[in-house]
């Protein structure tokens, strides 16, 4: 199930943050966001932002 985007909190949108970033530095495709499927974006952007701010340096 997932959580709807206007109930994450300030420390859920920093842990998918850091799912992102952890993934990136790991060497993890972008398409291996887990939140791929979420019925709302918000998870899924905070994960790309947080892959990103690896990334794109």
């Known amino acids: 199930m ?3 985007a206007s109930t994450l909190t300030q420390k859920q949108r920093l842990a998918i943050f850091e799912e992102g970033r ?3 530095i790991e060497g993890s495709r972008l398409f291996s966001n887990p939140y791929l499927r979420d019925d709302g974006d918000q998870r899924l952007l905070c994960w ?4 990103r701010s690896v990334v794109s340096r």
């Open 2 to 4: 997932t959580t709807p």
């Open 22 to 24: 952890t993934a990136a």
């Open 48 to 51: 790309v932002d947080g892959y």
